[in-house]
């Protein structure tokens, strides 16, 4: 046999190992750090300021879900109605297909990767206003280019519209025209942002 040959082979197949050991690691390191903060991912703490978090309402045969999804790295960590369902990832080796290992979070992981989807995407950003900004109580599309925006009641309106006006922009990827208005829950006060 040719000896350059068995090099690649040998090659070949210690990279290969390699590069299975590295994702392994990757992943349990990732699952491991997921799974910690699951139980306590509705306490918003300085380590979660850099998680990207999103919620969003789910249809379900019991009626609707609460499903609140936050990032951490590769993996997204998924609470449903308040309680830690288990972490979902895009498996690059099939094609960035959704996975999970959790049996509690498998009927839902479909809903949810089409909402993670659209996240960036015009009809997703109500979930992303939400899940970065705890003071919006909920949101309403009142016509094809106006979204309602409410305010938790204690909520300083002026000091939330300031910072939203700087900011909003840093989430936005699309380039259709939006105006937010903005208000508190129970108050006819209202502030409009235009977005685009």
Request: aromatic fraction near 10%; include cysteine.
């Amino acid at each position: 046999m040719d000896k350059s040959f068995k090099f690649d082979k040998k090659t070949f197949i210690i990279g290969t190992l390699a590069g299975l050991a590295r994702s392994c690691i990757v992943l349990d390191n990732c699952l491991k750090k997921v799974g910690a903060q699951g139980a306590s991912s509705q306490n918003h703490n300085s380590e979660n300021l850099g998680m990207e978090r999103y919620e969003f309402i789910l249809a379900s045969d019991e009626g609707t879900i609460e499903a609140v999804v936050e990032q951490a790295g590769d993996c997204y960590s998924v609470n449903l109605n308040g309680k830690y369902a288990g972490t979902m990832w895009q498996d690059e080796s099939k094609g960035m297909q959704w996975k999970t290992e959790d049996k509690n979070l498998e009927p839902n992981m479909w809903e949810i990767s089409v909402h993670l989807s659209e996240a960036f995407s015009r009809k997703g950003f109500p979930s992303l206003l939400m899940g970065t900004y705890p003071e919006i109580l909920a949101t309403d599309w009142k016509t094809s280019e106006t979204l309602e925006v409410i305010l938790k009641e204690n909520t300083d309106m002026e000091v939330f519209t300031a910072f939203l006006k700087d900011e909003v922009l840093n989430l936005v990827t699309f380039e259709e025209h939006l105006d937010l208005i903005i208000k508190k829950e129970n108050d006819a006060y209202f502030v409009i942002v235009g977005i685009n």
